[in-house]
């Protein structure tokens, strides 16, 4: 074995050793134990049916094949409406449907050709509304306030008995309009949140209060090797938790699964990297265990009210909703109800993949520096 090789298995060898230290310290821990398996579960049942949550922005996009003076007056009810805010035009249909999966609009409004002359000669014309209904009390809501304002316009513009516009309306995703489907696979961010976040807040700490911390330090363990040796053990730990939850959700709570598993868990993998990083930065900052869980509490209460779980992002004060853009639950929530529920593949959210491996990267570094191998 050449010295490179010597090195790099000692250097392995050391990060097992760890590893296998903190196994044993969870599974002594009965309390940490109990947090680690009773309270996800609690949380993805208890939240999965308690949660309910209220729309009051709607993303629209217009396809006027018409382009009469009867369809932009409809369009203008649309504009003219603060439930609703027309982010395109088209008179393409694949246009509309790529601005949906793209997550950039939430309903499409059809118009088809000829709708005015129709209205005019025969008294009747097809509009179509199709939606993303991953939300699906949100997409309810959407279909009922469109509904609304076809009706206004026809009852104004129209006699009821000389002219109808039929509305056919199609959700995606989530065709029953189950908000379960929309809500657990949010839930399940938090259960990761739990274990990666929480308990790897509370770990470095803990070692300072019953005293290893001081064995550890005099030891030949270097900051890196000491940083990834806390993580693994609460990354499986988490992975195995996230995967009994994908089972409930699959086949307790019927939500559907579009995406690559395969994806699904590398995107998991890379958030727990964001939640344990943080976790344990705070643990490096903290002097006990409560302090660190008063902190670890502040840091993602803030960071999951703003997450989206609960309220729409849309539908939050336009001050708040850039703070979002730092908030890396926000990032992972969006991206794993697209995978999940409508099929998103890795081209379609590589851009917030990057933005989680590099929160990532920053937390787990800034971890390593901040640690410090005295107990001064």
Not at 133 to 155: K, L
Not at 207 to 232: A, D, L, R
């Amino acid at each position: 074995m050449n010295p490179g090789e010597s090195t790099r298995f000692v250097i392995m060898n050391t990060i097992l050793y760890l590893i296998q230290k903190e196994f044993l310290q969870v599974f002594r821990n009965r309390l940490m134990l109990a947090i680690i398996i009773f309270m996800p579960i609690a949380q993805l049942v208890v939240l999965a049916y308690a949660a309910t949550f209220e729309i009051r922005d709607i993303n629209l996009f217009v396809i006027d094949r018409d382009m009469s003076s009867e369809s932009r007056a409809l369009i203008d009810r649309f504009a003219a409406s603060e439930n609703f805010r027309i982010i395109g035009y088209s008179t393409e249909q694949h246009a509309a449907d790529r601005a949906i999966l793209r997550n950039e609009a939430t309903m499409a409004l059809e118009i088809p050709v000829h709708a005015g002359r129709s209205l005019a000669r025969n008294g009747h014309t097809p509009v179509s509304l199709r939606m993303d209904a991953v939300d699906g009390f949100s997409a309810n809501i959407a279909g009922q306030y469109a509904t609304e304002i076809i009706n206004r316009y026809n009852a104004e513009f129209y006699p009821p008995a000389h002219a109808v516009i039929d509305v056919n309306v199609r959700h995606w995703f989530n065709p029953e309009l189950n908000y379960r489907i929309y809500m657990v696979p949010g839930i399940l961010v938090l259960l990761v949140t739990v274990i990666g976040g929480f308990l790897s807040g509370m770990n470095i700490v803990r070692e300072k209060e019953i005293g290893t911390m001081e064995q550890i330090n005099v030891t030949p363990i270097t900051k890196s090797q000491f940083i990834i040796g806390k993580m693994v053990p609460f990354l499986i730990l988490a992975l195995l938790m996230f995967s009994f939850g994908l089972l409930l959700a699959k086949f307790w709570f019927h939500v559907p699964f579009e995406g690559s598993l395969a994806l699904i868990y590398l995107l998991v993998t890379t958030y727990l990297l964001v939640a344990l990083g943080l976790g344990l930065l705070v643990s490096t900052i903290s002097s006990t265990q409560q302090q660190a869980i008063l902190i670890t509490w502040f840091i993602f209460v803030i960071f999951i009210l703003l997450s989206g779980l609960f309220t729409p992002i849309d539908s939050m004060p336009d001050w708040v909703q850039p703070l979002t853009w730092a908030n890396p639950v926000a990032w992972f929530i969006d991206i794993i109800r697209r995978v999940m529920l409508t099929g998103a593949g890795f081209y379609d959210v590589w851009y917030s993949y990057i933005v989680l491996l590099g929160y990532g990267l920053l937390f787990i570094n800034a971890a390593i520096l901040r640690y410090r191998k005295s107990t001064g």
